[in-house]
């Protein structure tokens, strides 16, 4: 069960996330204090008394944050993560376990494990509103009432605010014995897609755009696009350096996803987001050089 005080909890960390004049802003060393399910002081130099004070630490912490892409697979994160390459390790599907099922890898207790700890982790860093995806990886199809339950539970415990709908696989990538990777899709559910793009139309028009075009991905269409300006430390085989500067422009930095050698299998946004700031590091001091 979630712990209750008898007062106000102060938290601090290296940053918090405030809010000020219509912007937010990074505060250093700054201070949150909530009061049961209420968010009472962000800033410094919190001028009450309060029942417990938490130190984060080297920590970030955003308070009252909404998160629309909520991965709630830690399990398959996990092995993308610590066991590169993914075709060799499990982040991609066997081809004899996909002619096989799909089945279920995974016991309802485990199921739920997961979910309660990917909700904890997301309310510990400030996050009180989720809309929970899954990859479904090692899924026969997609999450059942009782794996939703017991999410909803574990929720409800951890005071988080939880939209959950089902995600289903319509397709997959599979190695072959002779370690060639191969896509196994079909298209589905087009119907209800329609109904979803024809609202969507309208909302936006009713917004004031007065041009709104749709267009359906297929498999030619990837989501994640990188490369095609790959950084590296040899100007023969890459076009950038280690600091996404142009090996030929010594001016030009590229700050995108190009600089990748290759798809990392995972969402890049918060690499590309690391690497943009390494660069900027980079640029500041060289221009102090001069």
């Known amino acids: 069960m979630t712990q209750r005080h008898d007062g106000p909890v102060l938290l601090t960390a290296r940053w918090v996330v405030g809010h000020e004049a219509g912007r937010h802003r990074l505060l250093r060393d700054g201070e949150i204090v909530f009061e049961r399910d209420r968010i009472v002081f962000v800033g410094f130099d919190y001028p009450g008394p309060v029942a417990r004070r938490i130190n984060y630490g080297n920590a970030l912490i955003g308070p009252g944050f909404i998160d629309l892409d909520a991965l709630s697979d830690l399990d398959t994160t996990i092995l993308g993560f610590d066991n590169q390459p993914a075709w060799r390790k499990g982040r991609v599907w066997p081809e004899d376990y996909m002619r096989a099922g799909p089945i279920e890898m995974y016991t309802p207790e485990e199921l739920a494990f997961q979910k309660r700890y990917a909700f904890a982790e997301l309310i510990r860093n400030g996050i009180t509103t989720v809309l929970p995806i899954a990859s479904l990886f090692y899924r026969a199809w997609g999450e059942t009432f009782d794996e939703f339950a017991a999410a909803a539970g574990a929720a409800e415990k951890l005071g988080l605010r939880v939209y959950l709908g089902p995600a289903y696989r319509t397709g997959n990538t599979y190695v072959r014995s002779d370690g060639a990777i191969q896509l196994n899709w ?4 087009l119907r209800s897609h ?3 793009v024809d609202v969507a139309k309208r909302v936006l028009k009713d917004a004031g755009f007065p041009i709104v075009l749709s267009k359906p991905f297929g498999t ?5 696009q990188c490369g095609t300006a ?5 100007p023969a ?11 030929d422009h010594p001016n030009l930095f590229v700050i995108d996803a190009s600089f990748f050698p290759s798809s990392a299998a995972l ?3 918060l690499t590309v987001a690391a ?7 980079h640029i500041k001091q060289r221009l102090q050089e001069f």
């Open 237 to 247: 085989a890459s076009v950038l350096d280690t600091h996404c500067r142009s090996w």
């Open 194 to 196: 329609a109904t979803f």
């Open 220 to 224: 030619d269409t990837p989501s994640h």
């Open 275 to 281: 690497q943009a700031l390494r660069a900027a590091d």
């Open 230 to 234: 790959r950084f590296g430390t040899d």
């Open 267 to 269: 969402n890049p946004a």
């Open 186 to 189: 079909r298209r589905s559910n």
